[in-house]
């Protein structure tokens, strides 16, 4: 039942996803083309990809491969004129996956909300760099939380404050507690509920707790809120015990309950990569079935009617077997209430609205980005993409089908079956550990570099404070600073 323009973008997209040489153009133009503030450096990219266009055939209608032709050979002489058209194109092409933040929102929250959707509305951005952006960001979702037409939005720690130090947990707790407080309690008198969202692992333990201090205040105790686990991270059966003793309380002492989003977990890339660089182990599970498996024992464990009673689940993702999976049980079970089925906006929605007429309504993840930065939305397009070109992702599967034996639903549903079979057995020990001192010992052989000490695993942090803490005698002939030119004068 899909539209002709849902036909059509879901044609890209599935185009897209079974096509390599495409995604690479993909991923290519927006990283480099719509990334890139100076219009001429833009240009030399555009340029650059002319030769490509014709491996934008599978994904791109015949009109958007000329333009991108002409494009490439005008971009270098008219720089100024090419490259927003072709930043404008971009967004028309991904407008589907992404709001806009001004003035188009509200109409299209009413178009949502008259095809019986709720909407999960988050503005895109995660790290910022300084003090100045941290407070414009807060400034935007606090516009955006008190809209009379907006009930649900979700934020990040580390898009709302800089410079967090995962050596300084206790500090950064504090600092985020002191800037959030005040839109969680504004938010809580006009009736918006607000999701703690979360992106790379070292962030994990500084969310939860900052999401203890929160929902603790009295001013906000009556009104509920959620916060989203990744299950990806074997950490998270720990933090979902952690979070639902944080419920239970809450509950006991009158307040309302609050809410655990789960999601698979869309960072691994950077994992991988931030791993690498420090000689970690990654933090998220080695393999795809593991996630699988353990996405299904964190459903069964908290749609437990013990549980539900503090805390809703919100099970998100477009694995239809998996969806199936937590409405069935949480039908079996008697706690269909306390389910709220979750789904990404324009990334299926046919297939959005068949789970809606079968659970009664669904929720849409919403990024949303002002025109003016339509930059930050970069990272959440290339992750999106490169999650849905992986030959093991459903919407390749259901997309791009195949026949061979890891390709088509088929394999999907074999995947479901023994993510199933392995929910009980899957390990959830954590697997970032406190550093072996033999790791750092000389060994025969190749040179490899010691790992470094891993702050956000608690057991290093304990081990920094307690150095910090110690009385040190400076050894003979040191020289005492105490400010940066003195500092600087060492240096020299």
């Known amino acids: 039942d899909e539209t002709p323009a849902e036909r059509r973008a879901t ?10 040489a495409g995604l690479e153009l993909a991923v290519r133009f927006v990283d480099r083309v719509a990334r890139p503030e100076d219009a001429r450096v833009a240009a030399a990219e555009l340029a650059g990809l002319g030769d490509r266009a014709a491996d934008a055939a599978a994904f791109l209608g015949g009109v958007d491969r000329v333009l991108l032709g002409v494009g490439a050979k005008v971009a270098p002489l008219l720089p100024s004129a090419v490259v927003p058209a072709a930043r404008v194109r971009l967004r028309q092409l991904v407008g589907h996956l992404v709001a806009d933040a001004g003035p188009g929102l509200g109409p299209h ?22 003090e100045d952006e941290a407070n414009r960001r807060l400034h935007r979702v606090a516009e955006l939380a008190a809209r009379p ?8 720690v580390s898009a709302v404050a800089s410079q967090l130090s995962t050596w300084d947990t206790e500090g950064s707790v504090r600092r985020v507690v002191d800037r959030l407080l005040p839109l969680y309690r504004a938010a809580a008198a006009g009736g918006t509920f607000l999701n703690l969202d979360m992106e790379e692992y070292r962030d994990l333990a500084l969310t939860v707790r900052v999401f203890d201090e929160l929902v603790g205040d009295p001013q906000v105790r009556g009104a509920e809120m959620g916060i989203v686990l990744q299950a990806y991270l ?21 307040g309302a309950r609050l809410k655990v989003r789960l999601v698979k977990g869309a960072n691994l890339a950077m994992e991988q990569v931030e791993a690498e660089l420090h000689g970690w182990a990654q933090a998220p599970y080695a393999g795809k079935p593991e996630v699988d498996a353990h996405y299904v024992r964190l459903v069964r464990r908290a749609l437990d009617p013990e549980r539900t ?56 993840y919403t990024p949303v980005v002002a025109k003016q930065d339509f930059d930050v939305a970069i990272s ?92 040190v005698e400076p050894p003979a002939g040191a020289v005492e600073v105490a400010t940066g030119a003195e500092v600087d004068a060492v240096v020299a």
Do not use: C
């Not at 037409?149 to 990040?156: E, G, L, M, T």
């Not at 970032?432 to 060994?443: C, E, Q, Y």
């Open 309 to 364: 009673t503090a805390l809703r689940v919100g099970v998100a993702s477009h694995n239809l077997f998996h969806v199936a999976y937590a409405h069935l049980l949480a039908a079996h079970r008697g706690v269909s209430e306390a389910l709220d089925i979750e789904m990404l906006q324009g990334m299926a929605p046919a297939q959005a609205r068949a789970v809606q007429r079968e659970v009664g309504q669904v929720l849409l």
């Open 234 to 254: 074997p950490d998270t059966s720990d933090a979902l015990e952690e979070i639902t003793a944080i419920a239970r309380r809450r509950v006991a002492a009158g």
């Open 149 to 156: 037409d907006v009930d649900y939005v979700s934020i990040k």
């Open 380 to 471: 959440y397009l290339v992750r999106r993409l490169e999650e849905n070109a992986a030959h093991q992702n459903f919407l390749h599967a259901l997309f791009a089908g195949g026949d061979g034996p890891d390709e088509g639903i088929a394999s999907q549903e074999d995947a479901f079956l023994a993510s199933v079979a392995r929910a009980d057995a899957v390990p959830t020990g954590r697997r970032r550990l406190p550093r072996d001192p033999a790791a750092s010992s000389p060994a025969p052989g190749a040179f490899r570099n010691a790992p470094d000490t891993d702050p956000a695993v608690a057991e290093s942090r304990d081990w920094a404070a307690r150095l910090v803490a110690e009385d």
């Open 109 to 130: 929250l009413a178009r949502a909300r008259a095809e019986g959707f709720r909407l999960n509305l988050n503005l895109l951005g995660e790290a910022v760099l300084g």
């Open 11 to 20: 044609g890209r997209l599935a185009a897209l996803v079974a096509d390599p």
